[in-house]
């Protein structure tokens, strides 16, 4: 599978998309003057225990305090509340941990009112981004990322990711990991890991530790509601955590950005430099790649699948509703509608994958699949929608249909959903209305000409569209009415209509009756 990264860099914000197959997976926006990102450590002061919930809300200089629960501080709180006071006093004179002695854990059933007070200093880590009218969510287990490794301070253990499934490899990694690893740091290591050499990660855990220096130089000086850490920046966070043999090319239009980027991989992986493209066309790099139709079909309430069957997607306060249509399309051979609701339904499986990976959508998400009757059916499409939802990051879980054909679905999301409004100003009534996406207009138009040539077995059909239409369909030398000829073997005649809104379009047969789609 080839994989292409596409940075559109503005003086606001980096827009990044991820390209598997040419099909857009990924979105992600980033402000230049972010902050509180998943990832930042900030210097917190207590300014409320919740002991019904226990909990605390920590002020760390945004709006809204951050939410801290005590199943979120993590064994090793003492430690890190130890850790604090010695370097702000400073009788913790390095960042090192090899002197350091360890307090003894926290327990896990106890109560938020015996380990902390309000006004207390201590940092803490993003863990959910601001969403809605909720603060940050935040965790005091402060563990810092590298390309290989992620190292917890205030540890021993060493780990190795579940997805290394050779028992060779992961001994292998594991007695590395502890051959490099600090006293009082816990490792774990990452996937991509896999198969790399001693130098390359110790020189991973090296740039971890320089990292821990920093957060111990700003640490000793820090204020309540200063950022004592940050995380990389998205572009290259998205670099360290997915990047791997099958990226094929990283496309970005900026100069600096692709300096830096440039600068980032061959630190991590220098052989894979030569990969990163400066985009110089005049054209927007998202449209010369044509990502902006994607995010104009695939953000929208109505996602198009092919045969005519479509998603309908619905937020609500609580969960996020899926409901797969067939469009009312059945095929015209002898195939059972079971054999159709099960290919149907399978189709829609992937794309629900692929849609909530490229929206973020997190929390409860119920899908209502078209009915089947056969339980081998139900049962395979459980497990394909599952196997298309391990390409996710994100920890998920998947249950298996229900009595009434639905299936419950559960996902992490720790930054706010990708919302992106794919209507726009109708120009035949100035602005007072709001239509489909105009980009989208041809790809609709073709959409029902392939299914009046293959389905219905017209051999002829009259289009009647807007002038402007009429004249882009018509024009060139090869031109679109005749590409439709060739690829569908159906004549098309077309004529303009003046009444007719840009993007009004009607279909009729020789005898001059409408054709109702």
Not at 191 to 209: C, F, N, R, S, W
Not at 267 to 291: M, R
Not at 351 to 374: H, K, P, T, Y
Request: proline share 4%; aromatic share 8%.
């Amino acid at each position: 599978m080839s994989n292409d990264l596409v940075i559109d860099s503005s003086p606001s914000e980096v827009r990044i998309a991820l390209l598997e197959e040419k099909k857009l997976v990924e979105l992600n926006s980033e402000k230049k003057d972010r902050s509180f990102a998943v990832g930042d450590i900030y210097l917190g002061k207590v300014k409320k225990l919740m002991p019904s919930l226990n909990a605390a809300f920590v002020d760390i200089g945004y709006e809204k305090d951050a939410f801290l629960h005590y199943l979120d501080l993590g064994p090793q709180f003492q430690s890190l509340l130890k850790f604090v006071k010695d370097t702000q006093s400073g009788r913790q004179n390095n960042a090192t941990l090899n002197n350091f002695e360890l307090e003894k854990d926290i327990i896990k059933t106890g109560k938020i009112t015996q380990v902390m007070s309000s006004g207390l200093w201590l940092p803490v880590q993003i863990a959910k981004e601001p969403i809605s009218t909720k603060g940050p969510r935040i965790t005091t287990e402060i563990s810092i990322a590298g390309r290989y490794f992620v190292v917890s301070p205030y540890y021993n253990h060493v780990s190795v990711s579940s997805k290394i499934k050779s028992p060779e490899e992961r001994n292998r990694l594991k007695r590395l990991a502890l051959s490099i690893k600090p006293k009082n740091f816990g490792i774990i290591v990452r996937t991509v890991a896999e198969g790399k050499k001693v130098a390359e990660l110790d020189k991973d855990i090296q740039d971890v530790l320089m990292r821990w220096n920093l957060f111990y130089d700003t640490l000793k000086v820090a204020q309540p509601g200063q950022k004592v850490l940050g995380e990389i920046d998205r572009t290259s966070s998205i670099l360290r955590d997915m990047l791997n043999p099958n990226f094929n090319h990283i496309h970005v239009n900026d100069n600096l950005l692709y300096d830096e980027i440039k600068s980032y991989l061959r630190s991590i992986a220098p052989e894979q430099e030569e990969i990163v493209k400066l985009f110089k066309n005049k054209q927007p790099i998202f449209e010369h790649f044509g990502i902006d139709k994607q995010i104009k079909s695939d953000f929208g309430k109505t996602v198009a699948l092919q045969n005519s069957a479509y998603l309908v997607i619905e937020h609500t306060e609580a969960m996020h509703v899926i409901d797969v249509n067939s469009g009312g399309r059945n095929r015209g051979d002898s195939d059972s509608q079971e054999k159709n609701a099960f290919e149907t339904n399978c189709m829609a499986a992937k794309e629900i994958a692929r849609q909530l990976r490229l929206r973020d959508m997190g929390g409860i998400i119920v899908v209502d699949f078209i009915d089947m009757i056969n339980l081998e059916h139900k049962r395979q499409l459980h497990e394909v929608l599952k196997e298309e939802m391990k390409k996710d990051p994100a920890r998920h879980t998947v249950l298996p249909p229900s009595k009434f054909g639905l299936i419950q679905m559960t996902r992490e999301r720790v930054r706010p959903e990708m919302k992106i409004s794919t209507t726009e100003k109708c120009p035949s009534c100035n602005g007072t209305g709001e239509i489909k996406a105009s980009i989208l207009l041809i790809d609709e138009i073709e959409n029902n000409v392939r299914y009046f040539a293959h389905e219905q077995n017209e051999k002829k059909i009259i289009l009647h569209v807007h002038p402007y239409i009429e004249a882009y369909l018509k024009k060139g030398f090869i031109s679109i009415k005749w590409k439709w000829y060739l690829k569908h073997k159906i004549k098309v005649s077309i004529e303009a209509v003046s009444s007719f809104a840009v993007t009004q379009f009607a279909f009729y047969n020789t005898k001059g009756e409408e054709i109702k789609i």
